[in-house]
């Protein structure tokens, strides 16, 4: 499984953080979780056909988790597309895409399956396949709020082929059967148990998709044992108390509830506006579940990297042209006057690095000329630092500079 | 005024261009035609506050033209706009707003007030200013369409100091009289002819907003020595029939539109997602009507330049990775590894253009050797290169590679 986050905002979107929506890719289908504004453009952008969307799952009907289903409907519709669509949310949705489509006077050609939860249920299988269901649980958010858990079957053991050929076992359904767990009779009537012969069942992969709550039991339950854990962490531990008020986690919250189900990764996301550098929540998680990893947008997250590299990648990317630290950080991304200089810093730099005065073979008048203190080059300094480096922590604006209000 | 296309793309977006919107900056007030996905965002990466949008024009209830006004008033929402906001449109876009936000649970609390027009109305005021006024027109789609006019109105001519003096005039009054054009009868009875003293009135600019229309009349009636005429041109030529098939213009229809209208400037956008080079359409539209400009999104087209400059600019820059020319051509996005390569060859340039041989000073082993022919270059090739170099035309795909379907 590949898990994309599309949009790792929260409620208003950043110059660079999108609205809501995770997609998940499993063998060719892809589901989306959530599906903030403009959903099917990123889609696009990360590289996923939306064709190949099967199923919607929202978590709740707060207009930045849902305002980009009519687009991307429109969008399927002009694409002719006639596999039906399932769509999971609370109670309400169909009947306002309904109302959206008769304004605009769009009859939709291809099925929509909804599946509705009402507000007061607590545990519900709201979709399942041979190969995979997906289960729902009640989140504690200021409305109804679900939680969702993708989870793969236990595929079975492989079946040991020379064993199996000792024991007299040679017709394929015979190894059907072991292969389901069933015992065989041979025509000699000596029972080959499927047990002996086939190893034991590989465990399913799962993806667990938490957003839009305070910290709560229910968001563990969906958790445990979960390959990924996709968990809001809107705020940090400081505004714990407008985390609350708003129905919303800490990146701290995220943690515990992955520390406690036991999760094998912790990916954070639907970060609040104020937070320039997301680092700042990063490290709070980290401080209490080593194993998180910040949501990107557009970075695919693989369950099985050797199998999966290279399936998805983006076609675009985003640069924030304010962001200077950005910009300096991203090495293919200089403008053309500065490249001559980074190119003869590079001739420097085979020098042994503690040479500070050095002594040019080739011409006399440099004789022992001053090299520049190190600090001095704050370009090549650049380029070897990360966001990470400890001791220099990064500066978090309280609020974004281009907007006048107390968002969150 | 300021114009800023936020989104050129048609119906459905593609990884670069999103949907259809533009914003026009007067005086720090901002005014919306049309609210494509997404246009909040937009509105931010273009540099423009939302807190400034004072009205949203919406041309028709077609998906791709409205679907972001929910996420753009749940942000004003967040924002604590406390502004009326004015939205003129078609009848039914009030309704659908509505229900919309009560599936969501929210209640605006800023005032919205609605102009809505219905099927079958001529010509209408539909926003009136002292500096200002708006008008609309129907035009000819496969539903009711509306097209735009904001016009300046005219600006009172300069008093002329000098001549006011001399015929006797002191009083800052007087001067205001005769600048609103009334004539100022001084205390020994002397009429002052404010036609004498006040120059010729200074003409009002506009900005006329045609899109999603086949060619028609009542753009024509719009645009009429409009200053800046932004018109669909959602096909080329060779699509005209099914440009008339789904009620829209060609590049050619736009720039005939422009031309007997006499406009000042031709700006065409509205493109359909199979044209990946849109150059080919300004090629079209050039070769009817010379002052045509391409709309590109984020970039700001000034009327005014000279006072207008740095007002606006992008905050964001959407890089295509798999465009291979357009980073070619992008002198500051160049891979680490090409950079070497780059510099070596600049110095080569230091030679002569048209030495194909040449000897070295310094190195008698390397006499004679052969340089290799230009076109073995395609790097420093590309760098000379611009979209619209003459006698090589870049190639349309007249489909997208991402999705498999026909679409407009």
């Not at 599906?35 to 009907?61: P, W, Y």
């Not at 943690?255 to 970060?271: N, Q, S, Y």
């Not at 203190?373 to 500079?401: A, F, N, V």
Request: glycine residues 6%; proline residues 5%; hydrophobic residues 35%.
């Amino acid at each position: 499984m590949i898990v994309i986050p599309l949009g790792v905002s929260s409620a208003t979107p950043t110059a660079v953080r999108h609205l809501p929506s995770v997609a998940l890719w499993r063998e060719g289908s892809v589901f989306l979780f959530d599906c903030g504004e403009n959903a099917q453009m990123r889609l696009l952008q990360a590289g996923i056909k939306r064709s190949k969307v099967d199923t919607i799952f929202i978590s709740h009907l707060d207009g930045d988790h849902i305002f980009g289903l009519f687009g991307l409907l429109s969008t399927l519709q002009l694409q002719r597309r006639d596999k039906t669509l399932h769509i999971v949310g609370p109670q309400g949705l169909k009947k306002m895409v309904d109302t959206v489509f008769k304004t605009t006077e769009v009859e939709l050609e291809f099925d929509i399956k909804y599946k509705e939860l009402k507000d007061g249920f607590e545990h519900e299988v709201v979709l399942e396949d041979e190969e995979y269901y997906v289960e729902a649980r009640p989140l504690k958010h200021t409305k109804l709020c679900i939680g969702y858990r993708f989870q793969e079957k236990d595929k079975p053991g492989k079946v040991d082929a020379e064993k199996a050929e000792t024991a007299g076992i040679s017709e394929d359904a015979q190894f059907k059967a072991l292969k389901n767990g069933e015992d065989v009779t041979l025509e000699d009537g000596t029972v080959v148990h499927s047990a002996d012969i086939v190893g034991d069942p590989r465990p399913g992969q799962s993806f667990v998709y938490v957003t839009d709550t305070e910290f709560c039991e229910n968001a563990i339950r969906l958790a445990e044992n979960a390959t990924i854990l996709y968990h809001e962490a809107t705020f940090g531990e400081p505004l714990k108390e407008k985390a609350e008020d708003t129905g919303h986690s800490s990146a701290q919250d995220a943690a515990i509830v992955a520390k406690t189900a036991k999760v094998e990764r912790l990916v954070i996301g639907h970060f609040s506006a104020r937070y320039s550098n997301q680092f700042l929540l990063l490290k709070e998680a980290r401080g209490v579940f080593e194993k998180t990893w910040l949501a990107y947008e557009l970075r695919p997250i693989f369950t099985n990297p050797a199998q999966e590299k290279d399936i998805i990648s983006p076609r675009v990317e985003i640069i924030d042209l304010k962001d200077k630290r950005a910009q300096k950080s991203r090495k293919t991304f200089k403008p053309e006057a500065k490249r001559k200089g980074s190119f003869k810093k590079r001739r420097f730099k085979r020098k042994p690095a503690n040479a500070r005065y050095y002594k040019s073979d080739s011409d006399q008048s440099r004789r022992g000329r001053y090299k520049k203190p190190y600090k001095q080059r704050p370009e090549e300094d650049q380029s070897k630092s990360s966001p990470h480096r400890p001791g220099k922590p990064l500066p978090i604006t309280p609020r974004t500079p281009f907007d006048d209000f107390d968002r969150f």
